[in-house]
């Protein structure tokens, strides 16, 4: 097969869209080199052989397949439309207007599991920058509790700091990562004393003293970093945003950040879970109002705070949800897993199907299709199903 | 489609020199005509009022800045929420409203036709994407180019002036993206923030790394945009919004392009008097005299209306500092090579001196104008208020008892400062409010189909009940007619309609790409190749607008 190139990879939330995809009987690989890119491309240029779709787990066409997932989103109570982690734009338009139809309660992020409290940016705001910001500007660039090596693996070299001269780049972990190898400073304390270690800084940021500790004596090298350049950069992800107290915490490094704006140019760049869903939460916020979850069980949008049961839904919409599996839309029960009763399998963006994808810095891009295939998108089977419904 | 024959109204259509006069307005195949058979549905307007669709010349309402807004204020989308029904989709309100809410809330005032006035062409797949979800108006965006590197680096290049380079680079940019016209915010101001939290003094200050002036910014952009023809003149947002004394800013800037088409934004925010860090005070009448001189120049208000609003701006340096007088929600956004973005959610309150004399001002400016046609209707939506709000605007300056009871609301030190005390009788026309909020607006984009009810215009008639109570009447229209078919009936929306993206194009020497290409791949993070929108789904249903032709 021949190469393509160069197109835009949905492998990792940074888009990078400079990549050539070169196809051997070796495999696939990507340049400028990216294990993730590769492994993105290849699993998405060999889509798994079999049904197009199936119902309760026998092959169908998609023509069944999405007459009898009408059938089931016309009876659901309480119907849940989630997953986005690969969806596009265009996909989670069609997935929230379809939403709509239905009375559904949509999400972009994680239902399940310990409950992080809301989000902080909308309690006092954040300041942030795309990647050339960064990159051109930023002389320091602090890694807080993140491993881009693994997870964004070109992160680095896309802020400039594989080769402009006289940049520091600080990590705080304290798990020996790939990223923490890189760092000119390493600074290393348990999770657990995040956010001691955030306020105290906003303290000392003041000039104001914090209670001698080895934590104090990391922070103050910090700090001193900080204080020496006119811009700087904090860079954050699930390390800080997933989990019990994960909004004191994100509200604590916007705050040191708040602080540090005054006498300096600072941002912030989140670091998502999956590389759809800053698109779709995008979608969700202009369609809706609000980003995150959303119920539209009442006529309108409502807010979802995770205080409130999801015990009762009854039927479950999964919208492009994986990165290494294929591209796909689910129907399942409360528990959707093996036992789905509806699957049809979809184009895949950026390689079978084009589209738009938010990169993790908000700045939109165009995912194309090297690769066209027979198999609908997403978009175009969830508009489908809309108007069964609306039938 | 439809044939409509609206009959027995009282039509104010300033742009064809009808004022009140009782005639029929009859539409086939979206638009005006001058007749229909007798099987076209009949819209008796016997004691109505009948105008164009309104046209909003400058408001934010698509993008990422008014999505990080929604994102950021959620206990504001509360209020008013708008269900679904057969026809339309759900969506919330307040100052930032949803999508679709925005593109109905719009069409039930009365309003076709919106701008959405400040775009990151970086952003434009984003910005394309919402509008296309922003129903029921025909809708428009303008790009920023004030603080633009690779333009700097052309003007630099070309000495200060206009080059062809940098002409076909803007004719480039409008192609690339699906915009309508070019915005300037605080030329050269945003990168100095960007930086180091800098800012322009001066028009003539250098922007530090480039060896370029905002004045050469402006007569090289606005000059481009000249010499292309493009529809819209270039759309100015001065240097120094908001700080006392920046009459001479915006005094110096209009100097600067007098001679060219130019349309100034949201002036009441750029009239004052008085020394930096100190109190404003108003130099309305100033800018107003210069304007009489100056035909083509026009501005809008951006009046200030007393209650909630949602500051968003590419200026970031002025959220920073309301930031500080507020201390409460900040949002700062850096978008690479071209702009940046703040926000700060902001109550102006009667009592306040600041915020009573900025209504004052933009007062000033409405009934201290000449000429309607220069002076049109903005709150800055949603900077100084709610597009909602209009219906309020228009009766301050219809209804003079409403508009002194209000004064004496306001705090008395700021008013006294303005010439509101000074016997300002004046009460504008309904012609007049139609100058200001669609003929002028139209004219000014070069819109030659809106805002007007001749032979040929589009079929976006807004029919109003004619009541005493102007704030009642211009708030529920009795029927919105978008595109020939009637949208709003009774107060209620009746269907839906997708509405068009207006987009304008020049020509330019595609060789302009090798001029691009490489200062892209020095400076921005996204490749040449795929920065351009081209997509249909996306791009169309559209209207272009070419350069030269309106």
């Keep these: 097969m021949a190469d393509f190139g160069p ?191 955030l306020t105290s800084l906003h303290v000392l940021q003041r000039g104001l003293a914090v209670r001698p500790s080895e934590l104090a004596a990391e922070l103050r090298r910090l700090i001193e970093r900080l204080r020496a350049v006119p811009h700087a950069a904090f860079v954050y992800g699930p390390g800080l945003t997933a989990g019990a107290g994960a909004q004191r915490r994100v509200l604590a490094l916007h705050e040191l950040v708040r602080a540090l704006c005054h006498e300096r140019h600072v941002v912030t760049l989140e670091l998502p879970r999956a590389p759809g869903i800053r698109g779709a939460d995008d979608v969700l916020a202009w369609q809706t109002g609000y980003g995150g979850a959303v119920d539209l069980a009442g006529g309108h949008p409502e807010l979802v705070t995770a205080t409130q049961p999801l015990d009762d839904v009854d039927l479950r919409l999964l919208v492009e949800p994986g990165q290494t599996a294929a591209a796909e839309i689910a129907l399942g029960g409360p528990a959707a897993g093996p036992d789905v009763n509806v699957w049809i399998r979809t184009a895949a963006p950026g390689v079978a199907a084009s589209g738009t994808a938010h990169r993790l810095d908000g700045v939109p891009l165009a995912l194309q299709a090297p690769r066209p295939d027979v198999a609908p998108t997403a978009a175009v089977l969830l508009t489908r199903l809309l108007q069964e419904v609306e039938r | 489609m439809t044939e409509i024959r609206i009959s027995g109204g009282a039509v104010h259509d300033p742009a064809s020199d009808v004022d009140g006069d009782i005639r029929d307005v ?111 108006i025909d809708k428009a965006f303008l790009i920023l180019m004030g603080n633009n590197q690779v333009l700097f680096e052309l003007i630099r290049e070309s000495g200060g002036g206009v080059s062809p380079p940098l002409r076909d680079a803007v004719a480039w940019w409008l192609e690339a993206t699906g915009g309508y016209g070019v915005k300037l915010v605080n030329p050269g101001g945003v990168e100095l923030w960007k930086q180091n939290n800098g800012q322009i003094t001066s028009l ?115 959220s920073a500092v309301l930031r500080d007088l507020d201390g409460g929600k900040w949002l700062n956004h850096d978008t690479e090579v071209e702009t940046g973005c703040g926000i700060v959610p902001y109550t102006y309150k009667a009592g ?20 309607p046609w220069q002076v049109m209707l903005s709150t800055d939506h949603p900077n100084g208020g709610s597009f909602l709000s209009y219906p309020k605007l228009i009766r301050l300056l219809m209804d003079r008892s ?34 200001i909020t669609r003929a002028a607006p139209a004219r000014r984009l070069g819109l030659r189909d809106k805002g007007h009810l001749g032979i040929g215009a589009d079929a976006d008639v807004t029919i109003y009940h004619d009541r005493a109570d102007r704030e009642e009447m211009f708030a529920t229209p009795r029927y919105v007619v978008k595109g020939g078919e009637v949208a709003v009936e009774e107060g209620d929306l009746r269907r839906s309609d997708d509405g068009l993206l207006l987009s304008s194009r020049a020509a330019f020497d595609p060789e302009v790409s090798s001029v691009l290409e490489p200062r892209f791949g020095d400076r921005y993070t996204v490749a040449f190749e795929h920065y351009p929108v081209w997509d249909p789904a996306l791009r169309e249903p559209a209207r272009i607008v070419e350069a030269g032709r309106s």
């Design chain 1, 7 to 197: 197109v835009t990879c949905a492998g990792c939330g940074l888009l990078c869209d400079d990549v050539t995809v070169e196809m051997s009987s070796d495999g696939v690989r990507a340049r400028p080199e990216c294990p993730l890119a590769a492994q993105w491309f290849a699993v998405r240029m060999h889509p798994p052989d079999g049904a197009a779709a199936t119902i309760n787990g026998d092959a169908a066409d998609v023509e069944s397949a999405l007459a009898r997932a009408a059938e089931l989103l016309r009876g659901a109570r309480r119907p849940l439309v989630h997953g986005f982690e690969g969806a596009t734009v265009e996909d989670a338009r069609a997935a929230v207007a379809l939403a709509d139809r239905l009375g559904a309660l949509v999400a972009t992020g994680q239902l399940e599991g310990p409950w992080p409290g809301a989000p902080a940016v909308p309690l006092r705001g954040a300041c942030t920058g795309t990647l050339g910001e960064i990159r051109d500007r930023s002389r320091v660039v602090v890694i807080w509790r993140e491993d881009p090596e693994t997870t964004h693996p070109r992160l680095l070299e896309r802020l400039g700091l594989d080769d402009v001269p006289g940049r520091t780049l600080v990590v705080v972990d304290d798990r020996g990562t790939a990223t923490a190898q890189r760092a000119d400073l390493g600074l290393s304390w348990p999770r657990e004393r995040d956010l001691e270690a």
């Design chain 2, 26 to 136: 009859c539409l086939r195949d979206g638009k005006v005509v001058d007749d229909v058979g007798p099987e076209a549905r009949r819209i008796d307007a016997r004691g109505m009022v009948v105008m164009a669709g309104g046209v909003d010349i400058h408001a934010h309402i698509a993008g990422p800045k008014v999505n990080a807004a929604r994102k950021l204020s959620p206990e504001d989308r509360r209020d008013e929420p708008h269900d679904r029904t057969e026809v339309l989709r759900s969506g919330t309100g307040g100052l930032v409203p949803s999508t679709f809410a925005t593109g109905y809330r719009y069409s039930l005032l009365g309003y076709t036709t919106v701008i959405e006035a400040a775009a990151p062409p970086l952003a434009a797949r984003h910005v394309l994407s919402e509008l296309r979800d922003t129903p029921m």
């Design chain 2, 204 to 318: 003539d200050d250098e922007i530090a790394g480039f060896g370029v002036t905002p004045r050469q910014v402006l007569e090289a952009v606005g000059g481009a945009v000249h010499e292309l023809g493009l529809p819209h003149p270039v759309h100015i947002h001065a240097n120094n919004l908001g700080v006392p004394g920046n009459a001479d800013t915006t005094l110096d800037t209009m100097r600067t392009l007098a001679g060219r088409q130019a349309h100034f934004a949201h002036v009441q925010f750029h009239s004052y008097g008085g020394k930096p860090g100190g109190l404003p005070r108003s130099r309305a009448p100033e800018l107003l005299e210069f304007l009489s001189a100056h035909p083509e120049i026009t501005v809008d208000v951006g009046q200030v209306m007393f209650g909630p609003a949602m500051t968003m701006t590419a200026d970031a340096h002025v």
């Design chain 2, 352 to 371: 306040n001196y600041v915020h009573a004399l900025q209504w004052g001002i933009g007062l000033e400016l409405f009934l201290l104008g000449q000429d």
């Design chain 2, 402 to 435: 409403f508009r002194d009871d209000q004064m004496r609301r306001a705090n008395q030190r700021a008013i006294r400062r303005t010439a509101l005390l000074d016997g300002l009788d004046r009460e504008y026309s309904l012609n007049e409010i139609a100058i």
